[in-house]
């Protein structure tokens, strides 16, 4: 499979990065705070953590050791893996993701699917009633939303919802059952700021749909309006959407980095911006490789996908 | 003593590109025909003409230099090390009126109260006249409302005048060209019967210089959009954001281009090996969640420009490249797109006989790839760069959140939402500094998004007939 | 044709709602059934508890007292550890008390040959300090793992391997746990721990420094750590430590070789924290530190608070130790105290509170916004949500909005012991150095520098401009007259004015700088300012300060930095201007006068004073003062120093913040103190009043949403129409 060389290309890519952009010494630094530091203990924190190693080749010890005790190997290659370490504050690296991904999934999962079902059901009623006055003013409207950066989104529903209308708590989180009042407003706010571009594309491709011939056909057999458009235009007009949901599946993990930071969300996405504001690039690089790795699983879920929709495709 | 920018230099080498690529694509049916449709748009011509004025202003901002230094001795010339552009000395009258702190859109007085020392000594805590924000007022609180009214009508008399002037001097010049009666073209310009939506093009013109008249008559004596933290104009940030936009939604594309361009004719025209390891290169990048990367590329330059702070010895030249540098880390991260569809679209055409033909002949490769595949897939180019643009200007905001957008001294909407979010705080709420935000960002991505959305139906007419 | 499509939807909507998302509207009925507001971020369950709700901004990074250095962390080490001394809550001047010693130690002066010296002898007669401390039997670790034995009284976890540990996760997951009595052993086995080498010890460097016998400690427990370097325990009890010495269970006594009276304010810090050997050995097993169970997350402590939940992700769980002794309220204070209520509880059991839950909040605005719903508190006070909660009134008195006032919130102020500086690099040659060009530029700037403006635009006037390094409430600060910085204020009316700025152009014409242009080559000047400030919040003060430099004609080029750059641009003196900060570690000048002490720079010895100021007469003056007691001779010293220091202008003073802090009606026994960390367990809360409070304010507003709800029905009436029309059109085509 091409998963392997794809991972390895990520991997040399970030190391390579994040060691020129973040040495060692500046790792140390971050760390060891503000006060009365001396450069014996950014010494000291070196030797601890191993960063005093060799890049990449150690000659001072032998057989295997000379490639294993090195940085790359210590760092980037115990990925694949899925070692992620310690963070350069200490914690485990592998232990927190599994605690942060759930917040990140109580978000991003009904974002997506309530957002897949309002979207569509826009889509489809703007095609339903295509070149009238809801289609024209319906499709400003998207261009409208979309034009307003997510940003004023956020900022407008937590001040509005939150703070004046006392409906939800205006940030924060809780586990099990609890989490419910808190992740509806950044559900909701997700909602609103995705609406303008997905119906407007939902809408095209319904549009597309409804022009085939078939549909022409179904039509000319006097078939109602509404069935053709539930019976063959909605059918088939979600095998496009629904393949290009596949590929994000599993960056849902991944969080949302925004809504996150902004709702005090402690997901993967806050957790990312926390460690790259915080230089903690052990957690970058964990998460860059995590990216990566369900990237290219929602790339192989596409192909299977696609297999399932149309049986002319095969998988070799 | 003139200063140039990178990204000054890569602003007029596109707008040169812009300009090189009309007299070029006038001469060839298949990119010129919708281009007519384009124009024959009310919507697409009066988002033109909104995204002209855009252009405009990011074009005089991008001409930089040393002002001189007035001296006793007249024979040396000195330059200051400020760097100014030519807007800011068309807005220097904005630039200069800085007040204390907050005040709020055309307010006369302070935003928030301040211990006053009256002229018998007593101590008051009232709101403190601002310096110049309704400086020719003796009598702020009854006159103020008569005088903005006053002005406005006054600005809206002057933009009638000026648009008339401009307008009519369009239709003249049209006559001229079609070599009719000025009286028939007016006519057929209201009668909306040219190839091109003129009768958009002058409602918008009227709009626009009418609204710049206004708030040039009204800055006279008011902040328009008020004050912020430090006391600037929040109209002049706003004005000096366009630029950043600009380059952002622009330069990003441009710089990409090359790359996307060959690597994805290259993959769809040699295949084997060469596509196999094209493909590989953009999965990979595309793979790496696109934030961190940013991330780590703007920490990198932070590194490179704190060891070499010496060579920059002002902060303009660092912010500029650090817009440079993050135009081209988005470029790196979005190319894929374009390299994907063009590799699809040369695979397609490689079997198309005439290819076929000129490979038998044993054309030189990167002839065919010139003169056959590339001038057939300018349409995809035009339609994604017109179509990456709003996103890309929004990308900016998004990023600046999280601190690796543009540099923080640097003016842009991003910037100014995010220190404005702090201010939705305060009571009475700060809210125009978000406002005008919204509004200048919300005007610019509305009108690309408009004229992208009639430049991709009219190139790509599957969806004309809807 | 409707029903069709509506079908689609509803048929989509109800089938979400039978399934999973069933199980989500369940709890919201049940949160809108509750006696508690909708917007509550707690169980609401929780509401008639004793708890204590704060916020915290930033994750703290150790736990362990022998590196943590910082207010984040003090948060939570305050009311876990207990040194041996404390501040005394309520008394001014801040005032040492017992914690765990008995009494407070007192200094005995040796000399070579071991005779007993007065106390104020001269610091080159004396050869040893000795401090003998007794601390109080009977005091009781928290409930911990470490502790548990078995019936035959052997330790239940020391001896764990990997294959223990597969379902252990955090701390709690131990099922056993067991105390033991604080020993004075405890606190010798922490001070070892400072020369650990595998800690790193903010103070380890200067504890080295005093005392006795620390530094060849620490090499040599080098030496035996790389040769067992993978059993990862090192028993500290095995090994000497000459400057600390158990004398019985309850008594040690430690040796300084050097006099030094602020020792005593270290005892008082987390730094001296007892730390018991089983903990020590309990975390240091094979396997715990990968599951981030180490002293950096789980502290162990004999103080009134235990810290039960670590998740720096989201919250942290201080709950009430049940082992502790309970300390009694203090009895006296300042005369005021009574007066206002604060000695009420004079004499009771303290901690008053069970639980403290501190949640994270990194955004300002949704902190501030809970604190105003009540589900905070207390909170502090951001630049941008001043206005709403404070206003000055005329004599200049800092004042609750009426706001405020009508919600029962009450405000606290007081001027840190801290200072906001803007430092010169004296190694630069432009702005450095001892000569009377570089000096007078640096004069002129600092008058133009104007920080009154700074205070009332960025601090909301919350801070007091600086007119030397000790901030107010400091010993050696003087508020008159005689204590005004004569080369940059001139007193008028009872107050210190900044000179104008035509003074400062003047200067600037003296130093060969005319209009900010060199008068050798006639180049404008131009001056770099490093500071670590980055992000958009930044620009605001980077715009002023330009505007400040520009008014004497100098350009200044801000570059700003993340923290690690700027800190090596420190150590290695290339900055030329720079800001910074320092908080006093402890109430007395030599904390702040060290800062400029030569032998304390940063280029070549690393040390804290960045702005490599060299002055002989000042280092001298320096080693006599900093040992003084405190009295007029030490004035008038101090005065002398603040005088060499104003003249050679190495520092724009700056200004000293002044703490705002609010808390609401239910929060009592809140006094601000600078220097205490463990005040929680002064702490008292009304819970009733706060639930009450908290659904008062908080009643969910519905109608815009209905209204919303309605305008949007409306617009679609004609398209329902529309689409019946077309319907009908349809069936009949």
Redesign the interface.
Known sequence: M?AL??LI??NI??FV??F???TP??MA?????????????IV??KD?RGYNKPILFNGRVDGTKKITETIFFQNSVKLFVFDFG?SD????IG??IS??MWPSLAITVPSL??GL?AYI?FG?ILA???????DVSGVVLC??M???????YI?GG???I?????????????TG??A???IILPVLVGLIGGIGASTRWYR?IF??EM?KDYVRTARAKGL????V??RHV?TNGLIPILTGVVVILPSLF?GS??VE????I?GLG?????A??R?DFAI?RS??FL??VL??IG?ILTDISYTFVDPRVRLN | MPVIFITDFLIFLLLFGVVAFFFYGRKQEHLAAPWRDVRKRSLAMSSAVILFFFVCIGLFDSIHFHPKIETDKSTEKIYSNEILSVLDILLSDLRLKNEKTYSAPLASYSFSKEMIEQENGKKIRAYPRLIYGGASLNNPESESTADIVKRISLGFLYGLLISAIIINLIIFVLSKLMRASYRTTLHNCLLNKFNTHWLAIFITTLTIIITICIICSLSQNYHVFGTDKVGQDVLYQALKSIRTGLVIGTLTTLVMLPFAIAMGLMAGYFRGWIDDVIQYLYTTLNSIPGVLLIAASILLLQVYISNHADDFNSIEQRADLRLLFLCIILGITSWTGLCRLLRAEALKLREIDYVQAARAFGVQNYKVIFRHLLPNVMHIVMISIVLDFSGLVLAEAVLSYINIGVDPSMYSWGNMINSARLEMAREPIVWWSLAAAFIFMFILVLAANLFSDAVRDAFDPRLREF | MTRKLIKIVNRLIFRTCRTPYFFIWVPLFCIACGPSSWNNPYPYQESNELVYYDSFSERPKHLDPVSSYSSNEYIFLGQIYEPLLQYHFLKRPYELAPLTAINLPIAIYQDKDGKILAEDSKAEDIASVKYRISIKPGILYQPHPAFAKDKSDNYLYHKLNLTDLKDIHTLSDFDNTGTRELLASDYIYQIKRMAHPRIHSPIAGLMEKYILGLDKFSDELKNIYQIKLNSGFLNLNDHELSGAKLIDKYTFEITLKEKYPQFLYWLSMSFFSPMPWEADLFYSQKGFAEKNISLDWYPIGTGPFMLTENNPNRRMVLERNPNFRGELFPIDGENKDRDIGLLDDAGKKMPFIDKAIYSLEKESIPAWNKFLQGYYDTSGIVSDSFDQAVQFNTQGDAQLTEEMEQKGIKLLTTTTASTYYMGFNMADDLVGGNTERARLLRRAISIAVDYEEYISIFANGRGKPAQGPIPPGIFGYVSDETGINPYVYQWENNKAIRQSVEQAKELMSKAGYKNGRDEITGKPLVLNLDTPAAGPGSKASFDWLRKQFAKLGINLVIRATDYNRFQEKMRKGTAQIFQWGWNADYPDPENFFFLLYGPNAKIDHNGENAANYQNEKFDLLFDQMKSMKNGPERQKLINQIVELVRYDAPWLWGYHPVGFSLHHDWYKNAKPNLMANNTLKYKRINPKLRAEKRIEWNKPIWWPIVIVLFVFSVILLPAFILYRRKENQLISW
């Open positions: 091409y060389p794809i290309g990520v890519i970030t990065l994040f020129v952009v973040n010494d500046d630094r971050m760390h060891l705070g503000i006060k009365r530091v001396s450069e014996a203990a000291k924190w601890d310690r504050s200490g914690r485990d232990y927190d605690q942060r699917f309530i079902l059901s489809l339903f009633f295509r070149g009238s006055y809801v261009v409208i979309m034009s307003i950066s997510g940003l004023f900022i937590q001040y509005l939150g703070k004046f209308l006392h409906l939800v708590p205006i940030s924060g989180y809780d059952l609890n419910f009042k808190f095209t549009l597309e022009n109602p309006e509404s069935r458009l539930y909605l991944m980095l925004i930071s902004f709702f005090a402690p806050s957790y990312t911006i926390d790259i504001n230089q970058v998460m860059v990216g990566s990237y290219i790339l």
